[in-house]
């Protein structure tokens, strides 16, 4: 009886902490961030020229950086993550998905 206790209190707890930390810090949009579904590759991408995109490949490789300008064929991804001084052209037809910031937590 005093485990189910325990465990109730501990589950109880957890459910307030989680809700409390949305009510305190709610999720606000990131201003200009968007998609259309309707539009290509290129066009989403230049959409986010300055701010931080992670790039995922048709071979399974990611690159995570700030896109610093976007081509009819090639995509230029500056400051990536993980490797210091590091730059990327990337060949937008090899491009399988693209994963970018919409919510902030404030």
Known sequence: MKR???IASGTFLAVILFSVTFVA???TVVEGASYN????????????IGKEVVIHMHSGKTFQGYVKSVGDNFIH??????????????????????EAKFRDMK
């Open 4 to 6: 189910a206790i325990k």
């Open 25 to 27: 810090f709610p999720a």
């Open 37 to 48: 579904v309707s539009s290509s590759a290129n066009d989403n991408l230049k959409m986010y």
């Open 77 to 98: 991804l500056e400051k990536l993550s993980g490797r210091d001084f590091y730059d990327a052209l990337i060949r937008i037809e090899d491009i399988s998905a693209i």
